[in-house]
Nanobody, 128 residues
Framework: QVQLVESGGGLVQPGGSLRLFCAAS????????IGWFRQAPGKEREGISC????????KYADSVKGRFTISRDNAKNTVYLQMDSLKPEDTAVYYC?????????????????????WGQGTQVTVSS
């Protein structure tokens, strides 16, 4: 059974940093791209970053470019999202997902239907 589990969320002050983790099981992890998405209350789910299976290709939404960094350790079946210079508008539930493809299909709206395996999410709150 394919499973993705996010962790690392929490409460942080504006300007602070958090590192999110996405741990995978039940899949041949190094075959697949992984993406990060977020959903704030009352808003649609937003794709923010994606990394290909070999880490050769990384993508970022304009809203997080220059502040967030995605990486992966295939030996640990884990993808990371380093979030720096956090802003109150980054407050959301953060999800990781896989399209079960080696590359990143469209992760911005409209989100490609290949993104079909999702974690349960981790809450990130940026507030003073």
């Amino acid at each position: 059974q394919v499973q993705l589990v996010e962790s690392g969320g929490g409460l942080v002050q504006p300007g602070g940093s958090l590192r999110l983790f996405c741990a995978a099981s039940g899949i041949t992890f190094d075959y697949y791209a992984i993406g990060w998405f977020r959903q704030a209350p009352g808003k649609e789910r937003e794709g923010i970053s994606c990394i290909s299976s070999s880490s050769s290709n990384t993508k970022y939404a304009d809203s997080v470019k220059g502040r967030f960094t995605i990486s992966r350790d295939n030996a640990k079946n884990t993808v990371y999202l380093q979030m720096d210079s956090l802003k109150p508008e980054d407050t959301a539930v953060y999800y990781c997902a896989t399209p079960r493809l080696s590359y990143c299909p469209r992760y911005t709206k409209p989100i490609d239907t290949h993104w079909d395996v999702w974690g349960q999410g981790t809450q990130v709150t940026v507030s003073s």
